[in-house]
């Protein structure tokens, strides 16, 4: 039981993918305040780039699971049971009472009491967490993939109810992110069994599948997604040494870094105006992104004294006026497309070697890729759907 309450580490599985739109997506970030701006403007990060909160996905994924198991199954002295509490109806599994008994009972024993806590909570809970328990499963907040997209603007209008039309005078408009528009996706586990695995597993595929929405106006059909999962990572203490696995992230335990960098970068086309040199650091720049993109490119290399100023002159760019200036970077990246160094694909910016691993047949992919998937699925979903019948 230790591991599940998270007093100790067991094993952690990282999920990693890309979660991109079918449909336009509006998760709202409150009103402007601006009389001239948009009604209700998506939420962006600090650089302005819209991105998907964690807690916007995890919230579609925990009520999933609650309409799935919501059942009337007892809770206590069980240590699998499939069953959801109702917090919506205020009817929680461990309630604020519970907590104080539990802890009047072992007043020098908090393990005990996380124990009992455990015990008495249901299915979701254990896994999602709740106001008694930590959760297991996380969900960091989804980042673009490439460029910023011009955002959609969509007009609504209020409804009167009682009257069942158009409310008067009740007119505004909304923010969406454009269809097909990708976002980082990663899910972590820790101390986790396969059948939890598989549920999650599961409510990704209904959400990909179009059973679930996310974010706000999904009556309008905004919100469905699709998830492509591409990296599936396993760390245990039986299984291997989670600092090995560390270091090797952060290339510590890789040949010499400079020996390295100037062999690769060797293999693509630079352009060939301005000075070299400063192409060359670029590009290096370029390679340690974790995503090409204009806002990043310009942060690192601003460390450098790459600033707009005096981009046109150290690389050549032929920019004059101050309008043409303030799109130094957009000019850069399409000189590094130009030359072949990037491949510009579906708004994305990508290194030209990594497009070519992209670019392989369909067929090809999906029999080098699902087959493996599957195998997870099987053993994961697998696992579910045996409990799934043990229980019901």
């Not at 990708?182 to 595929?205: K, S």
Request: charged content about 25%.
């Amino acid at each position: 039981m230790s591991a599940r309450l998270l007093d100790s580490f067991d094993q952690r599985l990282r999920l990693e993918g890309v979660l991109a739109t079918r449909t336009g997506l509006h998760i709202g970030a409150g009103s402007s305040g601006d009389p001239l701006a948009t009604d209700s403007p998506v939420v962006r990060n600090a650089s302005g780039a819209p991105y998907i909160p964690g807690s916007s996905l995890k919230g579609v994924v925990r009520s999933a699971a609650e309409a799935l198991f919501r059942n009337t199954m007892p809770l206590a002295d069980a240590d699998e049971v499939l069953a959801s509490c109702d917090h919506i109806a205020g009817k929680p599994c461990v309630t604020h009472d519970d907590l104080t008994g539990f802890r009047e009972d072992h007043p020098e024993d908090s393990q005990a009491v996380a124990e009992a806590i455990w015990a008495k909570s249901c299915t979701v809970c254990r896994l999602f967490g709740s106001l008694a328990i930590a959760s297991r499963v996380r969900f960091p907040d989804l980042p673009l993939v490439g460029g910023a997209p011009l955002l959609e603007l969509r007009n609504g209008v209020g409804i009167d109810r009682d009257k069942e039309l158009a409310a008067s005078g009740v007119l505004y408009d909304f923010e969406a992110v454009p269809p097909e528009t990708p976002f980082q996706l990663t899910v972590i586990l820790d101390n986790y069994t396969d059948w939890e695995v598989g549920l999650v597993l599961y409510l990704f595929e209904q959400l990909d599948q179009g059973g679930l929405a996310l974010g706000g106006k999904t009556s309008r059909g905004l919100g469905q997604v699709r998830i492509d999962w591409q990296k599936i990572d396993e760390t245990s203490l039986e299984k291997g040494n989670p600092f090995a696995d560390l270091l090797s992230t952060r290339e510590l335990l890789s040949p010499d870094e400079e020996t390295a960098t100037e062999s690769t970068e060797k293999e693509l086309p630079l352009p060939t105006t301005g000075n070299v040199e400063d192409w060359q650091t670029l590009a290096t720049i370029l390679r340690a992104l974790p995503a090409i993109d204009k806002t990043q490119l310009g942060k690192q290399a601003g460390k450098q004294d790459f600033v707009k100023p005096k981009l046109s002159d150290r690389l050549g760019l032929g920019l004059e006026s101050p309008r043409q200036k303030r799109r130094a970077w957009d000019v850069v990246l399409q000189r590094f497309v130009d030359s072949g160094f990037l491949v510009e694909k579906n708004g994305r910016y990508l290194l030209a070697e990594d497009s070519l691993e992209e670019a392989a047949p369909e067929e090809q992919e999906l029999a080098e890729h699902n087959p493996v998937l599957q195998k997870l699925y099987d053993r994961y979903v697998g696992a579910m759907a045996q409990l799934w019948e043990a229980t019901y």
